[in-house]
C-alpha cells in the first residue's frame, strides 16, 4: 500500500460543551454539534447562540474545525424560523455548516452565510452523479451514505474533486441511511427531526392475531433481545484501506454518547490514524486500540452494513456490551494537584481503585489507577458520590486536568446506556 500523502480528518461528535472540550483534547481534528434547533440530535445537549459562538472560539484557539449542524428536513412551517435562526447564527465563522435538506442550503446562503456546506449522509449518497449533483448545488463536502461500500467510496473518489467523508465508527440505523418512521409511528417523535426514540432497540414479541395479550417469547437469552436492532460500526482494523481510497475526513457516530465515549474514540482514532503509514505500529497497537473500543458502551461490532445484513439473516439477540463503567471526569482543579472536582456519572466510594484515563501522547498511554482518599459534596465530608452531581475528590497521586475516570467490568446489557 502506497504511503497516503494527506491523512484523513477525525471528525467527533460533541452533543455539549464538554463533550466538545474533551473531543479536542483527545484528538479530533473537528468536532460537529449542533444548536437548539434544526439538527438531528434533538435529544442531545446541543448549544444556544452564544454557546455556539464560545464553542467555535474555542476550536478555533485549539486549531480544530467546528462544524455546524442544520441537517433536519425542513416543514413548510419551519422556512420563517429557518430565517429567523440563520439570522443569528450568521456572524459566527464556523469552518463549515452541514445540511441535509436542499432548501437549507438555499436557506443559508440567502441570509448571506457563505461558510462551505457539508452534506450529510442523510442523502443517501451513493454514486458520483448525485454527488456532482451536490458539489455543482454548492457542497464542497459529502458525507457518503453509511451503505456505500469500499469499492463504491473509491471509485466515487476516483470519478469526483470535492471531499468525502465517511462514517468509521458508531451506531447503524437498521433503515436505509437513516430514514425511518419506527420512532414516529411509535412515539409521535420523529428521527427525521432529531427526536428519534430508538424504538429499533426495544425488545419486541409475537402474537397470534386472536390470542390477545400471549405474547410468545423469542428472547434468545435471559436479558432479552432486539430483533431488528444492527449492530454497531467499527472500522479501525481497515482504516488504511480506507485511506488508501482517498477520502477526506473519518467520522465518529454519537453526539448522544457520554464524554468517555466522545474521548475514548477520539484518542484510539487519532492514534491510528497517526500511524497509518507506520504499518508495523499500526499492526501493534491494533490489539490495545480494540480493547480500549471493547471498553466503551456499545453492541457488537461490525466492519461492513451490507455484508453484516446478509449476515444477520436468523440472527435475534444483539444485546449492548459495556466493557467499563463510566465514573466520571474533572470539571475543574482543586487546591492541590491531588484533588479535583468530578462531574459524577456513576458512583465512586472513598477507598475505591478506579482508573483514569488520558489522550495519547507521543504515543505513550499515561492510563493509570487511583485511590479515592475523600469525597467531598458542598464542602461537607462523605462516604459515596452519586451520579449527576459534581464533587470535590481527592485521590493518592496527582490528576490531570482532562482524566476521564471508569471502572472495568463485562457486563452486558439490553439498555442503551452510553
Ligand atoms: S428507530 Fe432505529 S432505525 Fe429508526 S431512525 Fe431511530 S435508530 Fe435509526
Redo the contacts with the bound molecule.
Keep these: 500500500m502506497q504511503p497516503q500523502s494527506k491523512r484523513p480528518a477525525l471528525v467527533s461528535p460533541a452533543g455539549n460543551m464538554d463533550k466538545l472540550r474533551f473531543a479536542v483534547h483527545y484528538g479530533a481534528d473537528a468536532v460537529y454539534f449542533g444548536g437548539t434547533d434544526f439538527n438531528l440530535r434533538a435529544g442531545s445537549g446541543n448549544f444556544n447562540t452564544e454557546e455556539i459562538a464560545s464553542a467555535v472560539d474555542f476550536c478555533a484557539q485549539s486549531r480544530v474545525q467546528a462544524i455546524f449542524l442544520l441537517n433536519s428536513f425542513l416543514h413548510e412551517d419551519d422556512i420563517g424560523r429557518v430565517k429567523e435562526y440563520c439570522s443569528s447564527i450568521k456572524h459566527i465563522p464556523f469552518r463549515a455548516i452541514m445540511i441535509s435538506d436542499p432548501g437549507m442550503l438555499l436557506l443559508i446562503r440567502e441570509a448571506g452565510i457563505s461558510v462551505p456546506l457539508h452534506l450529510s449522509t442523510q442523502m443517501s449518497t451513493l454514486n458520483h452523479y448525485a454527488a456532482r449533483f451536490w458539489q455543482d448545488a454548492g457542497i464542497s463536502r459529502i458525507v457518503l451514505a453509511r451503505e456505500a461500500t469500499l469499492e463504491e467510496i473509491r471509485r466515487i473518489r476516483e470519478a469526483i474533486d470535492m471531499e468525502i467523508e465517511v462514517f468509521v465508527h458508531g ?5 436505509y441511511s ?6 414516529r409511528y411509535f412515539t409521535g417523535r420523529d ?2 427531526a432529531g427526536e ?6 426495544w425488545k419486541y414479541a409475537i402474537m397470534e392475531e386472536n390470542r390477545e395479550g400471549n405474547h410468545l417469547d423469542i428472547i434468545e437469552h435471559a436479558r432479552g433481545t432486539e430483533i ?3 449492530k454497531d460500526l467499527c472500522l479501525i482494523r481497515r482504516l488504511p484501506e480506507y485511506a488508501h481510497a482517498k477520502v477526506d475526513a473519518f467520522k465518529i457516530e454519537g453526539r448522544m454518547k457520554s464524554v468517555y465515549y466522545t474521548a475514548n474514540t477520539a484518542r484510539v482514532y487519532a492514534e491510528a490514524l497517526s500511524l497509518l503509514d507506520n504499518h508495523d505500529e499500526f499492526a501493534r497497537k491494533l490489539p490495545f486500540w480494540r480493547r480500549e473500543l471493547e471498553l466503551i458502551s456499545h453492541r457488537p461490532y461490525t466492519e461492513d452494513l451490507f455484508n453484516e445484513f446478509e449476515g444477520m439473516k436468523g440472527k435475534k439477540s444483539v444485546p449492548t456490551i459495556k466493557g467499563a463503567r463510566f465514573l466520571g471526569y474533572v470539571v475543574d482543579t482543586g487546591r492541590d494537584e491531588t484533588e479535583i472536582y468530578m462531574r459524577v456519572h456513576n458512583p465512586i466510594s472513598a477507598g475505591d481503585t478506579i482508573e483514569a484515563i488520558y489522550p495519547i501522547l507521543d504515543h505513550a498511554v499515561r492510563d493509570r489507577k487511583y485511590r479515592v482518599c475523600e469525597i467531598a459534596d458542598e464542602g461537607k465530608i462523605a462516604t459515596t458520590a452519586q451520579s449527576g452531581k459534581i464533587y470535590r475528590v481527592r485521590f493518592d497521586a496527582p490528576v490531570h486536568e482532562y482524566a476521564i475516570f471508569r471502572e472495568k467490568t463485562n457486563s452486558i446489557t439490553t439498555e442503551n446506556d452510553t
Design positions: 451506531a447503524l440505523c437498521i433503515s437513516g430514514r425511518c418512521l419506527l420512532s428521527a427525521n428519534c426514540t430508538h424504538p429499533c432497540r431488528l436492532s444492527s
